[in-house]
């Protein structure tokens, strides 16, 4: 198993262990309270004006975050070298998403993200990653298959959810599971997650380790509990899609780049 693209859920669990742990096993809470950065972007579906402005975000973004402009250029050079092409994805599209798996980036990504979840002024004002998180989103939608639902899984090592059967719940953020539960297992097996998504979307093809038959699913698709059993310290929870949050509540695009739009304030 190596750290790319499954480890940002790793690297998200064990972050939020940093702020509970106290003994072998870390007590984590999975809720349905939506963060800033959990809901769609207002205008993603149609994506006209993130794509227009595209230049001046990313602009934008590489001035405040040089890190994410050095693995931008790694992950142009990588799909570059794979002759990659992508007739459903813009080349951005398709780069956010070999940019989210690759080892160098998940870490600072996932941390800003719930940063800047905190509120929505701190997103408007601290978030540098709008360029990423954006075009993650777009990917998505692009590549869902509407009728499609997918079953993956995920194993985690010392860490236990706390939820209960018929609990609503969300990631809260952009997570990545696999298809091959052997796969999910290498990670962990204190507890796994069986996951039914219907707005997951496998990304195999864009992944920088394609052999993990990763499903990234969106933050804001929302999942009721519909299995938690325990079998010694073995936790096995299954969750299965129930929509997403609503529309009508969603994260604008920093108006003072790409220019106003429904919901800024």
Same mark, same amino acid.
């Given at each position: 198993?190596?750290?790319?693209?499954?480890?940002?859920?790793?690297?998200?669990?064990?972050?939020?262990?940093?702020?509970?742990?106290?003994?072998?096993?870390?007590?984590?809470?999975?809720?349905?309270?939506?963060?800033?950065?959990?809901?769609?972007?207002?205008?993603?579906?149609?994506?006209?004006?993130?794509?227009?402005?595209?230049?001046?975000?990313?602009?934008?973004?590489?001035?405040?975050?040089?890190?994410?402009?050095?693995?931008?250029?790694n992950a142009r050079?990588?799909?570059?070298?794979?002759?990659?092409?992508?007739?459903?994805?813009?080349?951005?599209?398709?780069?956010?998403?070999? *940019?989210?798996?690759? %080892?160098?980036? !998940?870490?600072?990504?996932? =941390?800003? &993200?719930?940063?800047?979840?905190?509120?929505?002024? +701190?997103?408007?004002?601290?978030?540098?990653?709008?360029?990423?998180?954006?075009?993650?989103?777009?990917?998505?939608?692009?590549?869902?298959?509407?009728?499609?639902?997918?079953?993956?899984?995920?194993?985690?090592?010392?860490?236990?959810?706390?939820?209960?059967?018929?609990?609503?719940?969300?990631?809260?953020?952009?997570?990545?599971?696999?298809?091959?539960?052997?796969?999910?297992?290498d990670y962990g097996?204190?507890?796994?997650?069986?996951?039914?998504?219907?707005?997951? *979307?496998?990304?195999? %093809?864009?992944? !920088?380790?394609?052999?993990? =038959?990763? &499903?990234?699913?969106?933050?804001?698709?929302?999942? +009721?509990?519909?299995?938690?059993?325990?079998?010694?310290?073995?936790?096995?929870?299954?969750?299965?899609?129930?929509?997403?949050?609503?529309?009508?509540?969603?994260?604008?695009?920093?108006?003072?780049?790409?220019?106003?739009?429904?919901?800024?304030?």
């Amino acid at each position: 198993w190596t750290l790319f693209s499954m480890a940002p859920l790793a690297q998200t669990l064990a972050l939020l262990a940093m702020a509970v742990a106290t003994a072998a096993i870390t007590i984590v809470p999975l809720d349905i309270v939506p963060r800033a950065t959990d809901k769609p972007y207002c205008d993603s579906n149609n994506g006209v004006n993130g794509e227009n402005k595209m230049p001046q975000l990313k602009h934008f973004d590489f001035l405040k975050n040089n890190t994410f402009e050095k693995v931008w250029t790694n992950a142009r050079d990588e799909w570059q070298k794979r002759g990659s092409d992508s007739s459903t994805l813009t080349k951005d599209q398709a780069m956010a998403l070999l *940019v989210y798996t690759m %080892k160098s980036m !998940f870490s600072d990504f996932n =941390k800003a &993200v719930r940063t800047a979840g905190n509120s929505n002024q +701190e997103y408007q004002d601290n978030f540098y990653f709008n360029t990423l998180h954006f075009l993650l989103t777009q990917a998505l939608q692009k590549l869902r298959r509407p009728n499609e639902c997918l079953n993956v899984s995920r194993g985690v090592k010392d860490v236990e959810f706390n939820v209960k059967l018929g609990d609503k719940v969300h990631f809260g953020e952009f997570t990545s599971l696999s298809l091959d539960k052997t796969v999910a297992q290498d990670y962990g097996t204190d507890t796994m997650f069986k996951v039914h998504t219907c707005h997951g *979307v496998d990304i195999q %093809k864009f992944s !920088f380790n394609q052999s993990e =038959k990763e &499903v990234l699913i969106p933050p804001f698709e929302t999942f +009721e509990v519909t299995k938690f059993t325990r079998e010694g310290k073995k936790v096995q929870i299954e969750l299965r899609s129930t929509g997403t949050f609503s529309d009508d509540d969603c994260i604008p695009l920093k108006g003072g780049i790409l220019g106003t739009t429904r919901g800024d304030g």
